[in-house]
């Protein structure tokens, strides 16, 4: 049974940065496709970034894009969000997000994905 679990959020001032984690276990996630996305309170769920195992290509929403990077580890079965420049808007939970697919797959879509953590609250002051 494949589980995610993210870590990482935490309080920060705005132009701060944080680093998410997410770990996965339950299977090889070498080929996966990877992905972050964040819910802010009253807001539909949103991509935010994500990777794919199987062709190295990152994907970003476009409010983050200069500030975020997506990065894995796959010795640690890890994926990292690194924030730089966190804004008041960034403030969300944030969601770790895979999928097994192959085919068809759209990666800023929450629907592409099977799997998902159980998140972690970023806040950001201004």
């Known amino acids: 049974q494949v589980q995610l679990v993210e870590s990482g959020g935490g309080l920060v001032q705005a132009g701060g940065s944080l680093r998410l984690s997410c770990t996965a276990s339950?299977?090889?996630?070498?080929?996966?496709?990877m992905g972050w996305f964040r819910q802010a309170p009253g807001k539909e769920r949103a991509f935010v970034a994500a990777?794919?195992?199987?062709?190295?290509?990152?994907y970003y929403a476009d409010s983050v894009k200069g500030r975020f990077t997506i990065s894995t580890d796959n010795a640690k079965n890890t994926v990292y969000l690194q924030m730089n420049s966190l804004r008041p808007e960034d403030t969300a939970v944030y969601y770790c997000?895979?999928?097994?697919?192959?085919?068809?797959?759209?990666?800023?879509?929450?629907?592409?994905?099977?799997?998902w953590g159980q998140g972690t609250q970023v806040a950001v002051s201004s």
């Open positions: 339950g299977d090889t996630f070498n080929n996966y496709l």
């Open positions: 997000a895979a999928t097994s697919a192959r085919d068809l797959l759209i990666p800023s879509s929450d629907s592409t994905f099977e799997y």
């Open positions: 990777f794919s195992g199987r062709d190295l290509n990152t």
